[in-house]
């Protein structure tokens, strides 16, 4: 399974970036998977910014929501975030998960959930 992340970059307060990340070798259509976009600053713990369900169910972080939507590309085993309305403290490394959903999980997954990464894409707004 490889995850590869692309779309990010720098961009101005204020402004819009659109990050994808497509999934090779995985079940993306499968039902049952939950796709997972995860950041990460130095210092801190990874943080779940968005997941969305195989039936398209989703969850957002407190910090993003009304800003950011995140959203599949079933067709090209894509998966996308679309930020909005960027902000200093949206600048991270995000991180394209997958993992598959269960019972007890939470409501935004955590690192331990995960199963699959990508490499990270760097987003910095200034």
């Known amino acids: 399974v490889q995850l590869v992340e692309s779309g990010g970059g720098s961009v101005q307060v204020g402004g819009s970036l659109r990050l994808a990340c497509v999934a090779s070798?995985?079940?993306?259509?499968?039902?049952?998977?939950?796709m997972v976009w995860f950041r990460q600053t130095p210092g801190k713990e990874r943080e779940g910014v968005a997941h969305?369900?195989?039936?398209?169910?989703?969850t957002y972080a407190d910090s993003v929501k009304g800003r950011f939507t995140i959203s599949k590309d079933n067709a090209k085993d894509t998966l996308l975030l679309q930020m909005s309305d960027l902000k200093p403290e949206d600048s991270a490394i995000y991180y394209c998960?997958?993992?598959?959903?269960?019972?007890?999980?939470?409501?935004?997954?955590?690192?331990?959930?995960?199963?699959?990464w990508g490499q990270g894409t760097q987003v910095t707004v200034s």
């Open positions: 998960a997958a993992t598959t959903f269960r019972p007890n999980m939470p409501t935004m997954p955590r690192p331990r959930d995960i199963a699959y």
């Open positions: 070798g995985y079940p993306y259509g499968y039902g049952g998977n939950c």
């Open positions: 969305v369900l195989s039936q398209g169910d989703t």
